[in-house]
């Protein structure tokens, strides 16, 4: 059982920074790969990044280059920091615990409750 919580959220303009973070409950963090998805309005939920068990990172063509995806097993954190963010970054982003089987990030059933967003000028 994990529990997810993520933080760092905000207002941000265009090409400014933020650090997600997802703290996770339960003693089974180091054992999930993690995932961070995104949803803007009117989108289905989409997966940008995933890093497995052992610190390996995949990351969506939309966001290479420009996020960086970590985890700190000893205290149960994962973070997302996001650097010249754009306009269509604007979305509430949600961390997941899962799987990773073939080079493909498998969603668990362990959600956090999102962070909202938003690259404005």
């Known amino acids: 059982q994990v529990q997810l919580v993520e933080s760092g959220g905000g207002l941000v303009q265009p090409g400014g920074s933020l650090r997600l973070s997802c703290a996770a409950s339960?003693?089974?963090?180091?054992?999930?790969?993690i995932a961070w998805y995104r949803q803007r309005p009117g989108d289905a939920r989409e997966v940008i990044s995933f890093?497995?068990?052992?610190?390996?990172?995949n990351y969506a063509d939309s966001v290479k280059g420009r996020f960086t995806l970590s985890r700190d097993n000893a205290k149960g954190m994962a973070y997302l920091q996001m650097n010249n963010l754009r306009f269509e970054d604007t979305a509430v982003y949600y961390c997941?615990?899962?799987?990773?089987?073939?080079?493909?990030?498998?969603?668990?059933?362990?959600w956090g409750q999102g962070t909202q967003v938003t690259v404005s000028s």
């Open positions: 997941n615990a899962g799987a990773v089987f073939s080079g493909e990030y498998y969603s668990g059933g362990y």
């Open positions: 339960g003693s089974a963090f180091s054992g999930h790969a």
């Open positions: 890093i497995t068990r052992d610190g390996s990172t």
